[in-house]
Nanobody, 126 residues
């Protein structure tokens, strides 16, 4: 069964950190580009970061660059998103998604992804 399962969300104060996990099963994560997306209430889903299947190149939205770090543990078939210096505007449901192949930049939009997780809620209090 092909699955992506996110974990690590929760409630954190502004300035704090969380590490999200995206665990893949049923396929080899290394063959896919993994993107992290978020959707805040009343807003469209947006790409925040992705890591390419090609050389592990990582890309970030301007809003999170310098604060978030995407990484991969191939042995665990898991991608992580370390979120530092969290802001209230980071509050959203965060989802990971996979698309076969490599990318050369940030996946900004959610169309075209092959697999999706169901999301984990991140709430940043002010």
């Amino acid at each position: 069964e092909v699955q992506l399962v996110e974990s690590g969300g929760g409630l954190v104060q502004a300035g704090g950190s969380l590490r999200l996990s995206c665990a893949a099963s049923g396929f080899t994560l290394d063959d896919y580009t993994i993107g992290w997306f978020r959707q805040a209430p009343g807003k469209e889903r947006e790409g925040v970061s992705c890591i390419s299947s090609d050389d592990g190149g990582s890309y970030y939205a301007d809003s999170v660059r310098g604060r978030f770090t995407i990484s991969k543990d191939s042995a665990k078939n898991t991608v992580y998103l370390l979120m530092n210096s969290l802001k209230p505007e980071d509050t959203a449901v965060y989802s990971c998604a996979a698309v076969n192949g490599e990318v050369a930049g940030l996946i900004k939009y959610s169309t075209g992804m092959d697999y999706w997780g169901t999301g984990t809620l991140v709430t940043v209090s002010s």
